[in-house]
């Protein structure tokens, strides 16, 4: 019996040492051209490579978008609910897209859960069949709907998931300061939609406020229950500060814990989860900022840490082999795109792509079943952009990963990305 161990353990130390080693794909880079400020960028690539996005196309004006193979289709303009702007956060392989759009009316309260500084009603929407509808919102007690809601993700069934206001005050809410981006005034509660219905998910321990940000096929959802914050541009574009990230089955919510406290900025949070119920996203701990972390009922939490020299980092997306990807930044807000393939570690993806590439990777929000890559780059003028990483064959991880600030040629954008970053990770930022 303890030869048998023996021998299981000296197994396990190979195949670690042995996918440790693996060589990881060097990947070509499409340029999905450009999407603007927040709220603009590329959310998720389906496995059939069809990709959600949000697009600028004025300086002040999104549109929901899906892109496939260079072309791009303007949900807005193939009929939108009447507003200005709109985004496409989530899509499935039957092409259904769900996410946010305005209306043409102001909201009633002077919020702007969209996210858009225009203060218009924010409307969940699904997208199928060339027509944008709009998905009903959560009643309180007393008959009063919610004004505002948001569709963050579909899975293959036409499950959707996200939030809906429900009309109650909320007196977590920072007062309203619109210089500062606090807008909001009511709770907003985690919801699912299905069959034309709106289900409220409970919260945990009575936090007043959740969203669920992803769904997969056998119904899971994952996502964050807490408090209001002021509203944060970066991955999150939310009002949530989440106190606890989790895990929602058959109605119930479980709390996945941490690793040891809250994380600043979005809080503790699920962003993603895969067929296998492995689920990631990013937690605050005892003795230092919040990182990115992969969880499952078997194993439990795991740190996956950051990009060599990195404080922090954030998983935004698993795909069911359990490769995940996300963001690392070093101590001055330096960002860089990674992925974790096969159970790995941390590579930084600007290693795996040609080193003359125009664009600089700096956030990793995606990856499917064939390892495809999507998120937002940034050109030497500072410009955004959607890209599309595609993996080729085998190349040896490099030593030493580009940093933002080795990559001389995007010296002139840091500026914009630390804007871009700093609501989401400023509250994690050390003294410097």
Same mark, same amino acid.
């Given at each position: #019996?303890?030869?048998?161990?023996?021998?299981?353990?000296?197994?396990?130390?190979?195949?670690?040492?042995?996918?440790?080693?693996?060589? @990881?794909?060097?990947?070509?880079?499409?340029?999905?051209?450009?999407?603007?400020?927040?709220?603009?960028?590329?959310?998720?690539?389906?496995?059939?490579?069809?990709?959600?996005?949000?697009?600028?196309?004025?300086?002040?004006?999104?549109?929901? #978008?899906? *892109?496939?193979?260079?072309?791009?289709?303007?949900?807005?303009?193939?009929?939108?609910?009447?507003?200005? @702007?709109?985004?496409?956060?989530?899509?499935?392989?039957?092409?259904?897209?769900?996410?946010?759009?305005?209306?043409?009316?102001?909201?009633?309260?002077?919020?702007?859960?969209?996210?858009?500084? @225009? !203060?218009?009603?924010?409307?969940?929407?699904?997208?199928?069949?060339?027509? #944008?509808?709009?998905?009903?919102?959560?009643?309180?007690?007393?008959?009063?709907?919610? %004004?505002?809601?948001?569709?963050?993700?579909?899975? +293959?069934?036409?499950?959707?998931?996200?939030?809906?206001?429900?009309?109650?005050?909320?007196? =977590?809410?920072?007062?309203?300061?619109? %210089?500062?981006?606090?807008? !909001? !005034?009511?709770?907003?509660?985690?919801?699912?939609?299905?069959?034309?219905?709106?289900?409220?998910?409970?919260?945990?321990?009575?936090?007043?406020?959740?969203?669920?940000?992803?769904?997969?096929?056998?119904?899971?959802?994952?996502?964050?229950?807490?408090?209001?914050?002021?509203?944060?541009?970066?991955?999150?574009?939310?009002?949530?500060?989440?106190?606890? %990230?989790?895990?929602?089955?058959?109605?119930?919510?479980?709390?996945?814990? +941490?690793?040891?406290?809250?994380?600043?900025?979005?809080?503790?949070?699920?962003?993603?989860?895969? +067929?296998?119920?492995?689920?990631?996203?990013?937690?605050?701990?005892? /003795?230092?900022?919040?990182?990115?972390?992969?969880?499952?009922?078997?194993?439990?939490?795991?740190?996956?840490?950051?990009?060599?020299?990195?404080?922090?980092?954030?998983?935004? *997306?698993?795909?069911? +082999?359990?490769?995940?990807?996300?963001?690392?930044?070093?101590?001055?807000?330096?960002?860089?795109?990674?992925?974790?393939?096969?159970?790995? #570690?941390?590579?930084?993806?600007?290693?795996?792509?040609?080193?003359?590439?125009?664009?600089?990777?700096? /956030?990793?929000?995606?990856?499917?079943?064939?390892?495809?890559?999507?998120?937002?780059?940034?050109?030497?003028?500072?410009?955004?952009?959607?890209?599309?990483?595609?993996?080729?064959?085998?190349?040896?991880?490099? %030593?030493?990963?580009?940093?933002?600030?080795?990559? =001389?040629?995007? /010296? *002139?954008?840091?500026?914009?990305?630390?804007?871009?970053?700093?609501?989401?990770?400023?509250? !994690?930022?050390?003294?410097?």
């Amino acid at each position: #019996m303890k030869r048998a161990i023996l021998i299981s353990i000296a197994a396990g130390s190979l195949l670690s040492t042995l996918v440790m080693a693996q060589p @990881s794909p060097s990947y070509t880079v499409t340029d999905l051209g450009v999407v603007g400020g927040p709220p603009g960028q590329p959310f998720v690539v389906a496995n059939h490579g069809l990709i959600s996005e949000g697009v600028a196309v004025s300086d002040t004006v999104w549109h929901a #978008m899906l *892109s496939f193979h260079g072309m791009q289709f303007d949900l807005a303009k193939a009929g939108g609910l009447g507003g200005p @702007s709109s985004v496409a956060f989530g899509v499935n392989e039957k092409g259904q897209a769900v996410g946010e759009a305005e209306t043409p009316n102001s909201d009633r309260n002077g919020e702007d859960f969209c996210g858009f500084r @225009s !203060q218009h009603v924010c409307q969940p929407f699904i997208w199928q069949n060339g027509v #944008m509808a709009p998905l009903p919102l959560l009643k309180n007690p007393n008959g009063v709907t919610g %004004a505002n809601g948001v569709a963050h993700a579909i899975n +293959n069934r036409g499950q959707i998931v996200g939030t809906s206001e429900n009309g109650e005050p909320d007196s =977590t809410c920072p007062i309203v300061n619109h %210089a500062l981006g606090q807008y !909001q !005034q009511f709770r907003f509660k985690p919801v699912i939609w299905h069959n034309g219905t709106v289900q409220e998910l409970p919260t945990v321990s009575g936090d007043p406020d959740g969203i669920a940000f992803a769904i997969n096929d056998n119904g899971q959802a994952v996502g964050a229950s807490g408090e209001c914050t002021a509203f944060l541009i970066n991955n999150d574009l939310t009002y949530l500060h989440g106190l606890h %990230a989790t895990l929602w089955e058959n109605g119930t919510v479980t709390d996945l814990g +941490n690793l040891g406290g809250v994380a600043g900025g979005g809080g503790n949070t699920a962003f993603s989860i895969n +067929n296998r119920g492995q689920v990631v996203g990013h937690m605050g701990r005892a /003795d230092g900022p919040a990182v990115a972390y992969l969880w499952s009922k078997e194993a439990g939490i795991q740190n996956l840490g950051t990009l060599p020299g990195d404080f922090t980092s954030v998983a935004l *997306s698993i795909n069911e +082999n359990g490769d995940i990807v996300g963001i690392s930044l070093d101590a001055e807000f330096n960002p860089r795109a990674y992925v974790r393939l096969d159970g790995g #570690m941390l590579v930084d993806l600007n290693s795996l792509i040609p080193a003359d590439s125009p664009l600089f990777l700096f /956030d990793a929000c995606s990856i499917n079943s064939r390892k495809e890559i999507t998120g937002i780059a940034v050109d030497g003028a500072g410009n955004f952009h959607g890209y599309l990483a595609t993996p080729g064959k085998a190349t040896a991880d490099s %030593a030493a990963a580009p940093s933002a600030t080795d990559r =001389t040629q995007f /010296d *002139s954008a840091r500026k914009l990305l630390l804007q871009r970053l700093s609501y989401q990770f400023g509250a !994690q930022s050390p003294a410097h």
